[in-house]
């Protein structure tokens, strides 16, 4: 009787163990998702609760905001009087002394006191009717009229108001209801939220053949950045894909961010891909990858916050990062390209030790195994940037690239069909190209609506 009760209290105790093993392990697992934030995970800001760790800026340096004492001015410089519209000159009326000025003494000495002033013309839209009269031919008795031009017959909108109108929605992210009141209110046009989408759309299908040339353009780069992140289609989960060169840029809104969308927008590309670790993109050649140590570095943050060997590996890599980041910054400087693969040499050897020592099956490396593991694997597309010119060590470009997207996507109900992506495509790449270029969004706009009116190829982005 006695065995039979502590054989069943062993076989409870084993099942408590293993129960309280379990939820531990399950304890465990939701404290670490609980401590994730935009500093140690992918998470946007937006998503930091209350009381998470503020987003670390400079360091203090004990001054005041702004200018210093003995900074030198920069302010607005005054344009030559021949660039000016109007000039309005003051007299004095009367001097201190109190004597008062007659006409034939108002003769300038010396230079003028010179103040300019911009201010905005009164903005109304110019309404022009195009009359086609009928005429009776004498010989047949019939009425002919003439056509409307075709630059004329393809909107009841010029150019220069489309491309205002597509400048609003999609650079400065206005709502459809807001674009129409700043219409009417600046403009003194007559349009409604029915008229923006359909502006829009025009101004999609005028920027078909440059979206094309920006994908092969995009194609063609020796080095890409690349990242993805979340959209949204009539509610549904979709992945809004970014490529970008320096100079190009190209979006997509696809399914998901599955791996035969990374290989439909790269194509035949033969580009260094700088990416985050994401699987998708695993189908490329490790020396034709370049993974982002800033997401390197984001990740090591998140391990730091652990205890024991994970939290020293973690400070490890995060003392790692920091010298490769200065290694970096020193080659931008100098330019000396000998030098920066020397101090990498050095930081490879370091690195690689303690990854073949946080990656062992001890239970101590449980925490850190997983990445030491990708790490290694991954291996030669940590230092790509070091040999080839173009190629930078993080993905900051197209995080930056793509921060445009995201906003509207934030502002807005995203899409809400299969046009409407294609359409957002088109709008966010040349939206993106025109910053990256440092080309007026407007001017381009103009110049493509108005060759689309009259059938001509519209400008590419070179």
Known sequence: MVVEVLL???AQNERLEGQVERLTARVDKLERELAKNSRNSSQPPSTDRPGSPSRRGKDPSGRKQGAQPGHEGSGRQLLPTSAVDEVIVHWPGRCDCGHEFVEHELVGVGRPVRHQVEELPRLAVTVTEHQCPRVCCPACGRRER????????ASAFGPRFCAAVAVLSVRNRVSRRDVVECCEQLFGARISA????????RVSDALAEPDADLLARVRGAKALNMDETGWRTAGQRRALWGAFSDPHAIVGVRDSRHEDHARELLGDTRAIVTSDRWWAYAHLPLKRRQICWAHLRRDFKAHAEGLGAEKQFAEHGLKVCEELF?????YQHTRDRTELKRRIRALRRQFKAILRTSSGKAPRYKYCRGMARNLLKVWPALWTFADHHGVKPTNNHAERALRGSVIYRK??????????ERRIERLLSVHTTCRLQRRP???YLIDALAAHSRGDPAPLLA
Do not use: C, F, R
């Open 146 to 153: 003439a056509p409307l031009p075709a630059e004329v017959a």
């Open 8 to 10: 069943a209290l062993s």
């Open 194 to 201: 029915g008229t923006v989408d359909a502006i829009l759309e």
């Open 326 to 330: 200065w290694s970096w910054e020193i």
């Open 411 to 420: 502002l807005s109900l995203a899409t809400q069909s299969k046009d409407g």
């Open 441 to 443: 969004l407007h001017d």
